[in-house]
């Protein structure tokens, strides 16, 4: 099983950027496709972003699309979330996630119950 700790989130004003870590450890990081996630207060699990092992698939939600872009860096066992041009509604806890399938497979994974490992999330706050 792997361990996803996540880092980077905070307070920012609207129009800013951050950058999300997500650290992985316990396992083959390159074995998994993750994801990120996010939740705001009262609302559901919301998809953000997804790659694949290798890194040569992503895949956005619409609502952060030109905005966030997700890529990973295998040999540091780590994915990222790069969020510009922040909006007050971004503003949630975000979560990293892992999940494992063939690496032949294409499919595009935007479901919480597709993956298996959760970090603890970290909160982002924009202010408008």
């Known amino acids: 099983q792997v361990q996803l700790v996540e880092s980077g989130g905070g307070l920012v004003q609207a129009g800013e950027s951050l950058r999300l870590s997500c650290a992985a450890s316990g396992s083959t990081f390159r074995r998994y496709f993750m994801g990120w996630f996010r939740q705001a207060p009262g609302k559901e699990r919301d998809f953000v972003a997804t790659?694949?092992?290798?890194?040569?698939?992503?895949y956005v939600a619409d609502s952060v699309e030109g905005r966030f872009t997700i890529s990973r860096d295998n040999a540091q066992n780590t994915v990222y979330l790069q969020m510009r041009s922040l909006k007050p509604e971004d503003t949630a806890v975000y979560y990293c996630?892992?999940?494992?399938?063939?690496?032949?497979?294409?499919?595009?994974?935007?479901?919480?119950?597709?993956?298996?490992?959760w970090g603890q999330g970290t909160q982002v706050t924009v202010s408008s």
């Open positions: 790659i694949n092992w290798s890194g040569g698939s992503t």
């Open positions: 996630a892992a999940g494992s399938a063939p690496r032949s497979s294409t499919a595009i994974r935007t479901t919480p119950r597709e993956y298996d490992y």
